[in-house]
């Protein structure tokens, strides 16, 4: 359902595992390199050079914001596409995404660990964004991620949000009057 200021809802479990994260980042670790690689090879990188022209797309600066934001939010963020990075971020998640490194479970995104991630996909994933690209006056284009996402206006974002955390609340507390054993 995209919207005009275009909002994604992740989260992650309240349950530490480094374990679980850890797999995750070298999975994120993994396919930059695999688009550093890609953006080597001179007719890709022509491809994608919109993209690139300000600031080159990291996944790994992205995936630490988002976990940051995450530990910083209870585990449960709702941001706005072109809120934590304003000329990547929308293209960073959308790879991610693309990639396995997200999955939507029918509100919100969750961090997921691929099995593989590999060049072509990387390179696909790139150019699935780019096709999403519109121009947004004086000859320049922009790609507009949220075409190939799950997207909330920011209000209704930011109201899933409270309620997730206030199930998880619900959730982790025993109820009053009883003793837990």
């Known amino acids: ?88 971020f929308s293209f960073e998640f959308g790879m991610m995404v693309q990639l396995g490194l997200f999955t939507f479970n029918g509100r919100s995104y969750q961090i997921t660990v691929p099995e593989a991630v590999a060049f072509e996909s990387v390179q696909q994933a790139a150019l699935n964004l780019l096709a999403t690209a519109r121009d947004v006056g004086d000859g320049m284009e922009a790609v507009q991620a949220e075409r190939l996402l799950h997207t909330l206006p920011e209000a209704v974002a930011e109201a899933w949000r409270s309620r997730l955390i206030a199930m998880r609340r619900f959730n982790a507390d025993p109820p009053r009057g009883r003793t837990v054993q």
């Open 1 to 88: 359902m995209p919207s005009t200021n275009p909002h994604v809802l992740i989260e992650m479990t309240d349950e530490p595992d480094c374990h679980f994260i850890g797999s995750w980042l070298i999975k994120v670790a993994e396919a930059q390199a695999l688009w550093s690689e890609a953006l080597r090879d001179r007719d890709f990188h022509n491809r994608v050079s919109d993209v690139c022209a300000f600031c080159e797309p990291s996944l790994e600066c992205a995936a630490l914001e988002i976990l940051c934001e995450l530990k910083r939010r209870n585990h449960v963020l709702a941001t706005d596409l072109k809120g934590i990075e304003p000329d990547t």
